[in-house]
């Protein structure tokens, strides 16, 4: 099992910044990929960014070049720079850790983990 509390989340105005926190505990060596998501009232829930153990990075096009995931490997921590915020930018955004393996040659989620989630409002 593995926990994931999430911290940083808040009301900024546009233009401005926030850095959530994902600090993930339990066993956690089974997880090679973290990511962020994020759901607004009324939408489905969406990839923010994801990173793998081998610090790769993936971006949804929304948020390439404003935000930034990183991971802190010593503090088990994964974090989300976000940057020149956007009122669409508001949401709940959820922190994600995964076990990801290949079935048949295609990437397969074999188990993965959520936390709470943290509010972001940007206002405008």
């Known amino acids: 099992q593995v926990q994931l509390v999430e911290s940083g989340g808040g009301l900024v105005q546009a233009g401005g910044s926030l850095r959530l926190s994902c600090a993930a505990s339990g066993s956690t060596f089974s997880i090679n990929s973290w990511g962020w998501y994020r759901q607004a009232p009324g939408k489905q829930r969406e990839l923010v960014a994801t990173?793998?153990?081998?610090?790769?990075?993936n971006y949804a096009g929304s948020v390439e070049g404003r935000f930034t995931i990183s991971r802190d490997n010593a503090k088990n921590t994964v974090y989300l720079q976000m940057n020149s915020l956007k009122p669409e930018d508001t949401a709940v955004y959820y922190c994600n850790a995964a076990r990801i393996a290949l079935r048949l040659g295609v990437p397969r989620v074999v188990t993965d983990y959520w936390g709470q989630g943290t509010q972001v409002t940007v206002s405008s």
């Open positions: 990173i793998n153990s081998g610090g790769g990075t």
